[in-house]
């Protein structure tokens, strides 16, 4: 038997192994995907300072926010996940009085106000960050994730993925009703 | 009553699948006849039972039966009937039994219409059929059963994704389904030759009207299924690279070069490791997008979660499946000896670099949809990668594809002198880039560099094409044209055609199109792309499942009327806002309005209006090459075998009476 007639099978045990690995892992935590800890968690959070994406000569602060618990959401058009959570994003903001500030990442602004015009917007603020200024100081490296911070400005939650019905039931909204009280 | 007898149904559906899977294959393999002579029942009997099954979930969603749990998830009393019987692919577990029960449909038909092909070929292919029949029958039985009763069933059910909600999503995924479960014939024909040691040119003639069938179909579906994105998601874009569409992408990319690849080895018996190794891919890549994206199983953690025997069971499965036809690979295409040799001009040489370009084409973009599946599956995180990847690697890749389309039809089999193709193709090559560059630069609005590339691209295919016209008719002319060509010839000169039409309509569209958002009052209008649009306000009504603004827009050129659209916008119950386009369609142009949101109280409104200027030629031309790929399934000479073998089989009765 020739060994190049081989190739073909060993690449495809290898896509195997990593499925087999990832379902592992998932059988002993069903959402570790998501809960990968952010090193900012506990600690200040970074300032952001980017171009309003509605108008680009003027800037939108994380500073506006100071005092309040808030919730930063890195999205994007080109990303499928992002249009899956926008609704929620949406019902989260008119309905549930959440307080949710937008890094549009990476992204062509004139679609990105679109997708806010068609869909609904759900952001106090929108920043434009073509070409991941402050999302580096956020250690973020993919969309859509969100983050919560406090009104003393700690980052006290991440998560990786999109937001759903049950993360806000069984973490985000105790996480987010405690944090008003205290 | 009726749900008890779609499972009893579909467990019978297992028995029948288990004995074709077991006895042809072991029958063909000691040589016993009446094991052999299994196969054609036990495949008939296991499309019956499918039937029954499939009918009993339909019967489920009209009766509204919701102590059925996937009737109660997915559909309401006030559904259109066509989103009642729509609904029954339209989520996880549905889907899957419409997949099993296209199988089954492919694999009677294959049984009633291979008289040509010897028996025990034909019972190794039902086998091969009948082994990932069990597979889907066992996942759907064990980890996703439609018929699943609720003990206090609602009053009414759940909605239907309003996003499904819509003609053209109705007819897709059947479409989509014939196509990946159509590659599951050229995967049985494929291992069954390997199976059976003879992987000569044979087993290519058999599979290869299937192949092309199962290839339409897929073009079809993903042409619809496009078409649907750009009017429903109400962005005006076609394509978005998103993992469920690049799911169907990759097994027609693979499915394309494997239809090139069987004309190599039927013709030439050339290729014979590649066609196996393609016919393989062709059909894992259907099972893997099937599992993976379809089902929703791998893009969304969720319903991973929930059930981790479904994750367990389903990477058996394609390991079982394509891990077992790789490893046969590997053992018979060893064995081959290829006696045939080919030269650098030739049409072989333009074959084989077509399919090298396409695989390649399939693995970058195998590549961008697995990535984030794979930093997903490692915990690293969940992300898209987009389309700037993609469109960085489509694009290049592709141009060579369309310059190779003209070349390869007029090069000759086995040798050709470079000298005197250089000679034939300097016409078409001049004409096509000095026209290409004059259109560029005269007929269009602004010169651009990607607008002259697809024109002149798009005029090479048509020149070169017209060139292979002339040579086929030869002396006769006109009349040799229409005598000589055999509908397969036809269909490569449409398919071809296609190709130009697609990249017409690619580069003018994604370089001319102009938009604008607007802020716009009743009785306001705005001029775009040489067109007046007059906003005449919106209303609020309601639909059978939703409520809806409704806006009216009417469209002038220099005064003379247009068109009148009615761009909505819809809030279903489930509480997702959709956007219905309001579109003008035209062959050189598509005017596209959407509604966006009321801004204040004086009936101001936020609207978005497109010029896009030859969109429809991008469909035009996925039209073209299924039409093409429909003419080379229906060749005569298929039809000439079928013939003979029926005069054979009718002879040998009438000697063996005599």
Not at chain 1, 86 to 111: C, Q, T
Not at chain 2, 218 to 223: A, D, H, K, R
Not at chain 2, 234 to 249: C, I, L, T
């Amino acid at each position: 038997m020739k060994k190049r007639y081989l190739i073909p099978f060993g690449i495809f045990m290898a896509i195997m192994a990593i499925f087999v690995l990832g379902l592992y892992r998932m059988g002993e935590d069903p959402n570790f995907t998501r809960n990968v800890p952010s090193v900012l968690i506990g600690k200040q959070a970074p300032k952001i300072d980017l171009p309003d994406l509605f108008d680009q000569s003027k800037t939108v602060s994380s500073s506006s926010l100071a005092g309040q618990v808030w919730v930063l959401n890195v999205w994007a058009t080109w990303c499928p996940e992002c249009w899956r959570e926008h609704a929620f994003l949406v019902h989260l903001a008119r309905n549930e009085g959440v307080k949710l500030f937008g890094i549009d990442w990476r992204d062509d602004a004139a679609a990105a106000k679109r997708l806010l015009v068609d869909k609904g917007n759900p952001f106090v603020a929108v920043g434009f960050d073509p070409e991941s200024r402050a999302i580096m100081d956020w250690g973020v490296y993919g969309a859509p994730e969100t983050f919560v911070i406090d009104k003393q400005g700690v980052v006290r939650w991440k998560k990786a993925g999109a937001m759903t019905r049950e993360l806000w039931e069984s973490e985000l909204k105790p996480l987010l009703q405690k944090l008003e009280k205290g | 009553m009726i749900p008890e007898i779609g499972q009893l149904a579909l467990i019978l559906a297992l028995c029948m699948a288990l004995v074709q899977a077991v006895f042809p294959i072991a029958g063909a393999h000691k040589g016993v006849a009446s094991w052999v002579a299994l196969a054609k029942p036990a495949a008939l009997g296991q499309l019956l039972f499918m039937t029954i099954g499939y009918a009993c979930l339909t019967y489920g969603f009209l009766e509204h039966d919701f102590s059925i749990r996937y009737v109660a998830t997915n559909s309401n009393t006030s559904l259109p009937i066509l989103y009642l019987i729509s609904g029954v692919w339209g989520a996880h577990e549905g889907s899957l039994l419409f997949w099993t029960l296209t199988l089954s449909l492919w694999t009677g038909v294959v049984t009633l219409f291979s008289r040509s092909v010897p028996e025990v070929m034909v019972a190794r292919v039902v086998g091969v059929m009948g082994v990932v029949s069990v597979g889907f029958l066992l996942f759907m039985l064990l980890t996703s059963n439609p018929f699943v009763r609720l003990m206090n069933p609602p009053l009414e059910g759940r909605d239907l994704n309003p996003l499904l909600q819509d003609p053209g999503l109705a007819i897709h995924p059947p479409l989509l389904y014939m196509g990946y479960v159509g590659f599951s014939v050229a995967f049985a024909f494929a291992i069954a030759a390997m199976l059976g040691g003879r992987l000569d040119a044979a087993w290519a003639r058999w599979s290869r009207p299937w192949t092309n069938i199962a290839w339409v179909f897929l073009t079809l579906g993903i042409v619809i299924g496009s078409w649907w994105a750009y009017y429903e998601l109400g962005w005006g874009g076609w394509w978005f690279w998103d993992p469920v569409e690049n799911a169907s992408f990759m097994p027609w990319i693979i499915g394309t070069a494997l239809v090139h690849s069987l004309a190599v080895t039927e013709k030439r018996g050339a290729f014979k490791a590649w066609t196996v190794l393609l016919a393989i891919f062709a059909f894992s890549l259907s099972l893997l997008g099937t599992f993976l994206v379809r089902s929703g199983v791998l893009t969304s953690v969720h319903a991973f979660a929930t059930d981790p025997s479904r994750g367990v069971f389903i990477l058996l499965f394609l390991s079982v499946i394509i891990g077992g036809s790789l490893l046969l690979y590997s053992w018979r295409a060893s064995q081959i000896r290829s006696s045939v040799h080919f030269t650098l001009f030739s049409r072989e040489t333009g074959l084989l670099l077509t399919n090298v370009i396409l695989m390649v084409t399939a693995c970058s973009i195998l590549l961008g949809t697995l990535y984030p599946l794979v930093l997903d599956a490692l915990g690293v995180g969940k992300i898209s990668v987009g389309p700037p990847y993609f469109n960085s690697v489509f694009i290049p890749l592709t141009a060579p594809l369309a310059v190779l389309a003209g070349v390869g039809a007029l090069a000759r089999w086995k040798r050709d002198s470079g000298l005197s193709l250089a000679r034939k193709l300097a016409l078409p090559m001049l004409l096509s880039v000095g026209g290409g560059f004059a259109l560029t630069l005269w007929a269009l609005p602004h010169f651009s560099w990607g607008a002259a590339l697809g024109l002149v691209l798009a005029l090479w295919v048509l020149l070169t094409m017209l060139l292979w016209l002339k040579e086929q008719g030869g002396a006769a002319g006109l009349a040799g044209v229409f005598k000589n060509i055999s509908r397969a010839g036809w269909g490569m000169f449409f398919g071809h055609l296609g190709i130009a039409v697609f990249v017409v309509g690619v580069a003018l569209t994604s370089i001319y199109s102009t938009e604008k958002d607007l802020r716009i009052e009743k009785g306001q209008s705005y001029h775009l792309g040489g067109y007046d649009f007059l906003f005449k306000g919106a209303e609020r009504s309601a639909g059978p499942n939703y409520l809806m603004d409704r806006g009216e827009v009417v469209v002038s050129r220099e005064g003379e009327h247009v068109a009148t659209l009615f761009p909505e916008k819809r809030d279903y119950r489930s509480g997702m806002p959709m956007t219905e386009a309001g579109i003008d369609a035209g062959l050189t142009r598509d005017l596209f309005v959407a509604l966006g949101e009321p801004l204040g109280k004086d009936g101001a409104w936020s609207l978005r209006i497109y010029h896009k200027p030859f969109v429809r030629w991008v469909w035009l031309g996925g039209l073209f090459m299924a039409f093409g790929g429909l003419l080379a399934a229906l060749d005569k000479r298929y039809f000439r075998l079928a013939r003979k073998a029926r005069l054979e089989t009718e002879a040998n009765t009438a000697g063996g009476k005599a």
